[in-house]
């Protein structure tokens, strides 16, 4: 099943302000993920149980290392008006303060984001997000690519510069995976389910 997208037809307002607009008061189905990328919004099904068991086996690891005043979210959506875009990442680790009663912060204000893929958005994960983070000043974006072509990685990206990022780290399921400070942790991948149960 692939991600879906949704023509929203402009009005007399401002672009950007019916999007989110029109993103905000759709009733769409629980559980499933929606997200404006690039000025389209998106509509994915619930993630599959190897990633959400991803996300809690990371979510375990970095729970004790973040500072006390940090939180890690998983359904926290951040904005990225440069790129038209309000973004849902997998999880997200912001400042307590800049987390208010809005369903998503500036993304400027994340720590790091994390993106899992999945079979219909590892494309978006891979080039639109990462161009979105970069440009919104995200210092470390960690993609965690169960379907990359060569086999599933994890790779880390950092210091931004305009829509680009450096690439920190890349690694393979199974490896001890670094982050760096202010994390300073080693990720045990070896228990990271892999699409072909191996």
């Known amino acids: 099943m692939s991600a879906l997208t949704v023509q929203h037809e402009p009005g007399s307002g401002d672009g950007w302000e ?28 619930p993630p599959t149980g190897n990633h959400s068991l991803i996300a809690a086996k990371l979510t375990a690891c970095l729970q004790p290392v973040i500072p006390g005043d940090w939180s890690l979210h998983q ?10 875009g309000l973004y849902i990442p997998d999880l997200l680790i912001a400042p307590d303060a800049v987390v208010t009663g809005s369903p998503f912060i500036p993304a400027a204000e994340a720590e790091l984001v994390v993106e899992i893929t999945s079979p219909y958005n590892a494309k978006h994960d891979r080039i639109k997000k990462l161009a979105g983070y970069a440009q919104a000043g995200v ?28 690439v920190l780290h890349v690694g393979k ?26």
């Open 139 to 166: 210092p470390l974006y960690l993609l965690i690519d169960a379907f990359a072509p060569l086999g599933p990685t994890l790779t880390l990206h950092g210091e931004p510069r305009g829509d680009l990022y450096r």
């Open 75 to 84: 359904t926290l959506g951040v904005e990225i008006p440069a790129k038209s």
């Open 18 to 45: 019916e999007i989110v607009r029109f993103w905000q008061e759709t009733d769409w189905s629980e559980g499933w993920k929606v997200e404006i990328i690039e000025g389209i919004v998106t509509v994915a099904p």
């Open 173 to 198: 399921f199974g490896e001890p995976f670094h982050l760096p400070a202010p994390f300073d942790v080693d990720v045990d991948t070896s228990s990271f389910p892999t699409p072909d149960g191996s």
